[in-house]
T-cell receptor
Framework: SQQGEEDPQALSIQEGENATMNCSYKTSINNLQWYRQNSGRGLVHLILIRSNEREKHSGRLRVTLDTSKKSSSLLITASRAADTASYFCATDDMDSNYQLIWGAGTKLIIKP | DGGITQSPKYLFRKEGQNVTLSCEQNLNHDAMYWYRQDPGQGLRLIYYSQIVNDFQKGDIAEGYSVSREKKESFPLTVTSAQKNPTAFYLC???????????FGEGSRLTVL
């Protein structure tokens, strides 16, 4: 199956700044999800946005979805050291039993 | 506590040996998944099961086998036929056909 793509591959910012990560995909989707993974750990679900939604908020997270461009962005505002992690987007493939297709991730480093 | 338990966390294998990774869940979720993660890459689907006594191959099933005899358990066997088994293995569950995945903490397999 095709992989999504995330951009940038790595991002290093100062604590307190905003971090923006982008995800592009290739198939028609039902929803798009963002996950966080701390080093050597399992993934944790952050937010899910449906194909008929354009923007969604959860705490300091803001996700946008543009189905015409097949792209999504994740914005983390007022970053903290604890936000240091890898962030992955995943889309469900409507042609493949809704199995998730994963991007390669963005590694985010928050400098104190 | 509700959750997903993967064991062992670390496993070393000699070439030619089969090893079995355990995944147990008490979330009462129907669907269970095994993913492989290599450094700097996204997740690749090995096998998934949406109901007891049934499972499907994912994108990289060759050299792996699974069983789903109980709803709570979905063990993965890495066989000697898998030529490059060193990786981080993640088990996940999902309530239905779509929606968020819940992950275990992963098992790191190293072939000596």
């Amino acid at each position: 199956s095709q992989q999504g793509e995330e951009d940038p591959q790595a991002l290093s910012i100062q604590e307190g700044e905003n971090a923006t990560m982008n995800c592009s995909y290739k198939t028609s989707i039902n929803n798009l999800q963002w996950y966080r993974q701390n080093s050597g750990r399992g993934l944790v679900h952050l937010i899910l946005i449906r194909s008929n939604e354009r923007e969604k908020h959860s705490g300091r997270l803001r996700v946008t979805l543009d189905t015409s461009k097949k792209s999504s962005s994740l914005l983390i505002t007022a970053s903290r050291a604890a936000d240091t992690a890898s962030y992955f987007c995943a889309t469900d493939d409507m042609d493949s039993n809704y199995q998730l297709i994963w991007g390669a991730g963005t590694k985010l480093i928050i400098k104190p | 506590d509700g959750g997903i338990t993967q064991s062992p966390k670390y496993l070393f294998r000699k070439e030619g040996q089969n090893v079995t990774l355990s995944c147990e869940q008490n979330l009462n979720h129907d669907a269970m998944y095994w993913y492989r993660q290599d450094p700097g890459q996204g997740l690749r689907l090995i096998y998934y099961s949406q109901i007891v006594n049934d499972f499907q191959k994912g994108d990289i099933a060759e050299g792996y086998s699974v069983s789903r005899e109980k709803k709570e358990s979905f063990p993965l066997t890495v066989t000697s036929a898998q030529k490059n088994p060193t990786a981080f293995y993640l088990c996940a569950t999902r309530q239905g056909w779509t929606g968020e995945l819940f992950f275990g903490e992963g098992s790191r397999l190293t072939v000596l």
